[in-house]
């Protein structure tokens, strides 16, 4: 399976640091050569699972204007030059919650967009987390905190309740995370 | 929990029908104003976790130039003007993978970015897959297409093998949904 040949590259939108749009002519591997191929840049992000001792999940509740609505989303933010995304993960968690956790497992990164690139999103799983100080995002937005039992999470998605794709896959793929590692202890005490 | 309010907005990007970016002047609900809010419009798209009756996922292998890489991913496509995206779901399923199933289900509709909006994903379970043409997508990618156990999918997940984040979404709420549906016919059976 062969890849696609950027032959030119011409930026056609630049916000720094927010955004860059950029034009791409394609060189497909059967010949055939595309021009205008659009390629965004937007920056990258960590988005945290923390769960709580009693198996509570920490969401926000705020209104996101990508949304044109108030939604429920998991604690995320951009990763800052020079930063690893565990840091940001952590520092995220930290300011936008007032919450640290002590186990922390990363479930991937994901590509927002397979055409247009966009951002990379990294999920992590902070498990043991408790509350040590007050939130303090420095966001534009205002925010409520909520505690949700991990079992009400699945339902919440159904419920159309986290709107964020974003969100919405970091919480399922902690949900099996956290199921498997279930299973695994319920082996271990058998 | 008020809303943004847009007070003007300047589109600076114009690439019909694909993408749209704009700049808007936004009211906080405590009165500060934002200069140059950035707002990005891209097409809808279905995504679909096809599963037959062994209990297999149809997933498609390809370059995909947003990640300039070859990655697994499942069968997805844009909404066309006036079509629902079930529609969409299911011509897309059989244009990419040339196949068809005999029960959905809505696993709900996500906006890709909180802050930019870009576009919404219809995730869609397919349940009854079976092939009954060759595919024939007319996309500009090469691709084959794998049937994987539905037990490994989080393992693919977990190993970077599944590199969009709209796929990642997709298999990680399918696999709750039919983990949630085991549960409860096994309790039917009980």
């Known amino acids: 399976m062969r890849p696609w040949r950027t032959l030119a590259r011409r930026v056609v939108l630049s916000r720094p640091p927010w955004m860059e749009v950029a034009e ?3 060189a497909l591997p059967d010949g055939r050569e595309i021009e205008g191929f659009l390629s965004i840049r937007t920056r990258d992000f960590a988005a945290i699972v923390a769960v709580t001792e009693p198996h509570e ?3 926000i509740r ?3 204007h990508g949304l044109r609505s108030v939604s429920l989303a998991v604690p995320a933010g951009y990763v800052e030059e020079g930063e690893d995304s565990l840091t940001s993960a952590k520092r995220e968690l930290r300011e936008e919650t007032g919450y640290e956790a002590s186990e922390w ?3 991937g990164r994901y590509v927002v967009d397979g055409n247009y690139g966009v951002a990379t999103e990294h999920v992590y799983l902070a498990r043991r987390a408790k509350k040590v100080t007050e939130p303090a995002s420095g966001d534009l ?6 505690l949700v039992p991990l079992h009400d ?9 986290i709107a964020q794709l974003s969100s919405a896959a970091a919480l399922a793929l902690a949900t099996l995370e956290l199921e498997a590692r279930a299973g695994l202890d319920r082996e271990t005490v058998d």
Do not use: D, F, N, Q
């Open 57 to 59: 999940v920490v969401l």
């Open 62 to 64: 705020s209104y996101k």
């Open 24 to 26: 791409e002519r394609i």
């Open 141 to 146: 937005e205002e925010m409520e905190i909520l």
């Open 105 to 107: 497992t990363s479930l």
């Open 153 to 161: 999470v699945m339902a919440l998605l159904l419920r159309g309740e």
